[in-house]
C-alpha cells in the first residue's frame, strides 16, 4: 500500500463549487503540506502543517482552507472554485532526521479541472 | 531573482552520456539541497540529498554542492531514455523552495 495517498485522484467540477482535497498518510510523520503544480510554475506551497494543532499559510494561501483532523491527514479545501485553480495538487510528508533535516515524500497527486 | 533558479531545458544528451543539471539559490541560510525527478503527470520522487560542501554519489548519480557559490548540480552517468524526466531542485533552511525543474531528455 502507498504510504501517502490523495482522494480523489482526478476531479473535474464547476466554477463557485466547494471541493475537497484529502490526503492520508502511514509513514508516521508529523509534517505534512500541500502543494500546487502548474506548467512553467513548479511546486508551490499552499499550506503546511508540523503538527496536528499546527497549520501555516504557503505562499499561495488565498482562496484554500486546510484541515489536520489527525497526525496522519490533512485535507484541503477550495471553498469557491474559479478556472485557475485548475492545477495539480500534491500533498507530502516528511519528518525531521539527524541534525533537524527533513526530507519529504509526495502522494501521487490530484488532477483538478475548473471549468 | 527567483529563490531557486533551474534552466528549463529540454537538455537533451545522448544514451551513455553524462547529463549535467545546474541550480543556483539565492537564500544563503539554506542548509539542505535536495534533487527530485518527476515523469510526466505523475509525483516527485526524491533522488538525491546533500547538505555539505563536496560531492555525494549514489549509483549513477552524483549531487554536488559548492554553498560558497550557492550553486548546487545533479551528474547522471551513463544516461538511459527512462532518465527522461524533468528534474527538480529543492533547498530548505525549513520549507522546501522547488526550482521550477529542467526537463531532461536521453536520446536512444
Known amino acids: 500500500d502507498a504510504d501517502v495517498t490523495q482522494t480523489p485522484r482526478n476531479r473535474i467540477t464547476k466554477t463557485g463549487k466547494r471541493i475537497m482535497l484529502e490526503c492520508s498518510q502511514t509513514?508516521?510523520?508529523?509534517?505534512m503540506y500541500w502543494y500546487r503544480q502548474d506548467p512553467g510554475l513548479g511546486l508551490r506551497l499552499i499550506y503546511y502543517?508540523?503538527?496536528?494543532?499546527?497549520?501555516n499559510k504557503g505562499e499561495i494561501s488565498d482562496g484554500y482552507s486546510v484541515s489536520r483532523q489527525a497526525q496522519a491527514k490533512f485535507s484541503l479545501s477550495l471553498e469557491s472554485a474559479i478556472p485557475n485553480q485548475t492545477a495539480l495538487y500534491f500533498c507530502?510528508?516528511?519528518?525531521?532526521?539527524?541534525?533537524?533535516?527533513?526530507?519529504?515524500?509526495f502522494g501521487p497527486g490530484t488532477r483538478l479541472t475548473v471549468l | 531573482q527567483k529563490e531557486v533558479e533551474q534552466n528549463s531545458g529540454p537538455l537533451s544528451v545522448p544514451e551513455g552520456a553524462i547529463a549535467s543539471l545546474n541550480c543556483t539559490y539565492s537564500?544563503?541560510?539554506?542548509?539542505?539541497f535536495f534533487w527530485y525527478r518527476q515523469y510526466s503527470g505523475k509525483s516527485p520522487e526524491l533522488i538525491m540529498s546533500?547538505?555539505?560542501?563536496g560531492d555525494k554519489e549514489d549509483g549513477r548519480f552524483t549531487a554536488q554542492l559548492n554553498k560558497a557559490s550557492q550553486y548546487v548540480s545533479l551528474l547522471i552517468r551513463d544516461s538511459q531514455p527512462s532518465d527522461s524526466a524533468t528534474y527538480l531542485c529543492?533547498?530548505?533552511?525549513?520549507?522546501?523552495?522547488f526550482g521550477t525543474g529542467t526537463r531532461l531528455k536521453v536520446l536512444a
Open positions: 507530502a510528508t516528511s519528518s525531521p532526521g539527524t541534525g533537524g533535516i527533513d526530507t519529504q515524500y
Open positions: 502543517s508540523f503538527d496536528v494543532k499546527d497549520i
Open positions: 509513514k508516521g510523520h508529523d509534517r
Open positions: 529543492a533547498v530548505s533552511p525549513l520549507k522546501y523552495i
Open positions: 537564500d544563503r541560510v539554506s542548509q539542505s
Open positions: 546533500i547538505y555539505s560542501n
